[in-house]
């Protein structure tokens, strides 16, 4: 006699009378059948848990159909291709619009619930069909969330890289004052990406300008650390490559004693205490004559006296 051990394992063994396959068609067809019913239902349930509120009823309702067709396909084949370049196209959309990614996480697991509600109310008096059917829909829908949820993750710190990108930009510009003469003032605290940044700006700069002289003010700038410093003396040095002298101005008590502690090769380095002292050392350098107006007061005072 065969132990029932034995015979568990053959009933387990044994295949299904139904395919995976076969089972999935059905899923499928039932969710493309009930499609007009499960799609509003989704939307209704959208707008009762205040997602999307950035939306209007009526974009809600066409973005709800376009997931659910998605959401069905990649049921269907299995591949998520598709669903990710639509998740991208969604997500270039609506992030500029405020919608948070716990919205779009939200309205993917409302929509999971909403057909497998449906599975439910279809294999009720069958339950081990029941079982088996959501057996092979849970790991897809979970797999779809997932590929949403990160699809709108990545675009959003796309957008958010670029937005940093485009305000480091704007808050370190090189500017042209003169022929061959370029100013770098920087504000604020630098990390290391801005010190990259500010390397490769004014690099292109140089490069675009034929600048012969740059003036770097970091006035506004209200501490550096060795990294920063050291990043500073190899932008000067990238520059001397490309032919054109650096002079730093605007160097404050606090990061010249920071620089000598940390041990920054100084003599690589040209400064001059404030902007307008570096501007006209760079108008030397490029053969300016700097001449100084006299004040109606300094002529005066040096009118002879008239004599009687």
Request: aromatic content about 4%.
């Amino acid at each position: 006699m065969r132990s029932n051990e034995g015979r568990l394992q053959d009933s387990v063994e044994q295949p299904p009378s139904e395919s995976t396959s076969d089972l999935l068609k059905e899923l499928v067809a039932h969710l493309r059948e009930n499609r007009t019913q499960l799609r509003e239902d989704w939307a209704r349930r959208i707008t009762e848990s205040r997602l999307l509120t950035a939306m209007t009823r009526e974009e809600i309702f066409a973005e709800a159909t376009a997931v659910y067709d998605n959401y069905v396909t990649v049921l269907e084949t299995g591949s998520v291709e598709v669903l990710e370049a639509y998740a991208r196209d969604l997500s270039e959309r609506i992030i500029p619009r405020g919608v948070e990614v716990h919205e779009v996480l939200g309205i993917v697991l409302l929509l999971r619930d909403v057909l497998a509600r449906s599975l439910f109310v279809k294999y009720q008096s069958e339950p081990p069909l029941l079982s088996r059917a959501l057996d092979v829909y849970e790991p897809a829908a979970n797999r779809i969330a997932t590929t949403v949820a990160v699809g709108f993750v990545q675009e959003r710190e796309r957008i958010i890289r670029q937005q940093q990108e485009a305000i480091r930009e704007l808050s370190t510009p090189v500017l042209q004052v003169r022929e061959r003469l370029l100013i770098l003032p920087i504000i604020g605290v630098i990390d290391p990406q801005r010190a990259r940044q500010i390397t490769e700006q004014l690099l292109r700069g140089i490069r675009a300008n034929r600048a012969k002289v740059v003036v770097i003010d970091i006035t506004g700038v209200p501490t550096v650390d060795s990294a920063v410093a050291n990043r500073m003396v190899q932008t000067v040095d990238a520059s001397r490559l490309m032919g054109a002298t650096v002079i730093v101005t605007g160097l404050s008590p606090e990061i010249a004693q920071t620089l000598v502690t940390i041990g920054v090769d100084l003599s690589r380095m040209r400064t001059v205490g404030d902007l307008q002292g570096g501007i006209e050392e760079a108008e030397r350098l490029l053969g300016y004559k700097v001449i100084r107006e006299e004040t109606e007061e300094e002529s005066e005072e040096e009118e002879p006296e008239a004599t009687t």
